[in-house]
């Protein structure tokens, strides 16, 4: 089927402006835009690309939109549905942003975002919820999830060294392939090489640019961070965060955990993937550096190193990705990582729900083991009290977000009254 530049431009737009939800709501958007109603991929190339997106580092969502832009119109049709998708949320988050740091301090607006963060909280636990179901298949991933989970919350192993440990043992545990998988596509090896070439320049220059302009400033260390990141968060955006959120806080101070938690929820709040909450990051690290221009221009930094990545692994990667479906030890690999990933997230979970119902969380080390200790008079009622509504309407009731989102900051609003 032959689709005009136009009608690609005018369907992706309408998916970066309605993919609200997080991944599992975008990518059932596109599914219904692209295949239900009008037939531009069938079923198994749209599910087959799918499955590859939610093998790469990244956000899968964003990359799935990517792929399809490439499928139907080459190299300029994945930039236009990358870009459409990420650009408007995008936008909103910049505002947000700059709002958040003018006026986040303000009693009222800080009770607003403890209603947030309550929804934050749910939001997360839910994903761990939904991922364990998809990851976890039989004891050896439960085993892999437990261990994760030991490993970063009580002896602070960094996540790439669990990245690495969990593949190496999914690669050597795996033993059969999929022997129904459909030829792969023929593609040179050469062209692949330059767009690798093309793709890792376009990631790295600007980075080395700005560090060789104006030296070590906080935007070669956010240009360095995002692109560290791009590299080992396999898992979706929720495997971003989880290797993310402690590291911004306890690492490099760039972000309180109650900051952090509000950029989740604003992220929520808006279109496109939640991975932009690494632009909130961005932009609020750099103000308190050197203010509104330096904001704009971390989050712009954040922005490239995070999605240019995703591009450069669709356009190198789309035309094996019926060969990468048939390769028994790399599904292995990358099937053992997203059970890992899932122990992560139980961390981030709990390190979350810490920060935001104690008003103190002390970070305590015996040798090699590492604690997280709250101060039980520090206990936030309120807190607890909105979390648990968040629950309720989002875990039993299954409201839309915004919704859980608009109760909860309006009952944070009324226990402040009280």
Known sequence: MTVSLRDLFQVFLKIGLLSFGGPAAQIALMHRMLVDERAWLSEREFLNAL?????????????????????LHGVIGGLIAGLLFVLPGAAVIFALALLYVTYGDLPVVSMLFLGVQAVAVVIVVEALLKMSKRALHGAAHWALAGLAFAAIFFFAVPFPVIVLAAGAYGAVAATTGDDTAPSPIAVSIGRSMITLLIGLALWGLPVLAVDVLFGGTILTELGLFFSKLAVVTFGGAYAVLAYMAQDVVVQY??????????????????????????????????????????????GMMTLWVTFVPCFLWIFVGAPYIDWISAQPRLNGALRAITAAVVGVILNLSLWFALHVVFGTVTDVRTGLLRLWVPDVATLNLSALTLIALSAVLLLRLHLAIGWVLAISASAALALAQI
Do not use: H, K, N
């Open 51 to 71: 499955s590859f997106c939610m093998l790469l580092p990244g956000p899968e969502a964003m990359q799935l939109a990517t792929y399809s832009g490439w499928r």
């Open 253 to 298: 101070g760039w972000l309180t955990p109650t900051e952090m938690m509000d950029g989740l929820g604003l992220a929520e709040t808006t279109p496109g993937p939640l991975i932009l909450v690494t632009q909130f990051v961005g932009t609020l690290a750099a103000f308190r550096d050197g203010g509104y221009a330096l904001a704009v221009a971390g």
